[in-house]
């Protein structure tokens, strides 16, 4: 069963300077974080080990209906 996540981020400068929150439908922690990194085109790698520990703490809301896994929005600052 598939969850909407609701994954707050820090994103270090020059990017962001606070950070940010994804909205991703996925299967599971793995697959949230292999969408949110491919969207993210490796400009903040070295932010990846603490994105591993927000997205396991993230909100989780399980999905009724089969959606298809995706980033569905994102908000950076």
Do not use: Q
Request: hydrophobic fraction near 35%; charged fraction near 30%; charge should be negative.
């Amino acid at each position: 069963m598939k969850s909407i996540y609701i994954v707050d981020h820090f994103v270090g400068f020059p990017t962001s300077e606070y950070g940010g929150v994804w909205n991703v439908i996925a299967e599971n922690d793995e697959e949230c974080f292999d969408l949110i990194t491919a969207s993210d085109n490796d400009d903040n790698v070295e932010d990846y080990g603490r994105l591993r520990e927000n997205i396991m703490k993230s909100l989780k809301f399980p999905l009724v209906d089969e959606e298809e896994s995706r980033v569905v929005d994102s908000f950076l600052t």
